[in-house]
């Protein structure tokens, strides 16, 4: 093809304060169309402009917006629910992710909890044999084996 030819098929570049249509959005981010919709139903600070028939239209700063919460979710592994947090904590922008980044934040710990406490015999006050005594604090042992072989398997 000539660069006559090429210069009449390519789309002319849009100004970077141009509204974008959701399309475009999605191909710049490279995320479907239906997660752009779904996700302005779980981040309410997500609100491109809504023209007749329903067509959206997204402002600089929705796309600058929607480019964080995908980095969140898909670069950093945040739940939908982390990512809500972190924008409610901060006034419904992203900030500092590179903080976020590897290296840039601190390694996470385990921790589980039990839904309810659960006490051996011993200390309900009832009496109990040295042996189950023993067969509790054994069990109690290789879970916390366990739990420790999972923590530097993690911290690798």
């Known amino acids: 093809m000539?660069?006559?030819?090429?210069?009449?098929?390519?789309?002319?570049?849009?100004?970077?304060?141009?509204?974008?249509?959701?399309?475009?959005v999605a191909e710049e981010l490279d995320v479907p169309q239906h997660v752009l919709r779904f996700w302005e139903t779980k981040f309410p600070v997500v609100k491109p402009l809504k023209r007749g028939g329903g067509r959206r239209y997204y402002r600089p700063a929705?796309?600058?917006?929607?480019?964080?919460?995908?980095?969140?979710l898909y670069t950093h592994g945040?739940?939908?629910?982390?990512?809500?947090?972190?924008?409610?904590?901060q006034g419904g922008k992203i900030e500092n992710i590179e903080a976020l980044a590897p290296g840039g934040a601190k390694k996470p710990t385990v921790s589980l909890t039990l839904s309810e406490p659960v006490a051996p015999p011993s200390l309900?006050?009832?009496?109990?044999?040295?042996?189950?005594?023993?067969?509790?604090?054994?069990?109690?042992?290789?879970?916390?084996?366990?739990?420790?072989?999972?923590r530097s398997l993690l911290a690798d």
């Open 62 to 72: 929705d796309v600058e917006l929607i480019r964080g919460i995908r980095d969140l």
């Open 124 to 150: 309900t006050g009832k009496p109990v044999s040295e042996k189950t005594d023993d067969l509790y604090r054994n069990k109690l042992q290789s879970v916390l084996d366990e739990l420790k072989e999972l």
């Open 78 to 89: 945040f739940t939908i629910k982390g990512a809500q947090k972190l924008l409610k904590e």
């Open 2 to 24: 000539s660069d006559i030819q090429n210069s009449l098929t390519k789309k002319p570049q849009k100004s970077p304060d141009a509204f974008r249509t959701i399309s475009e």
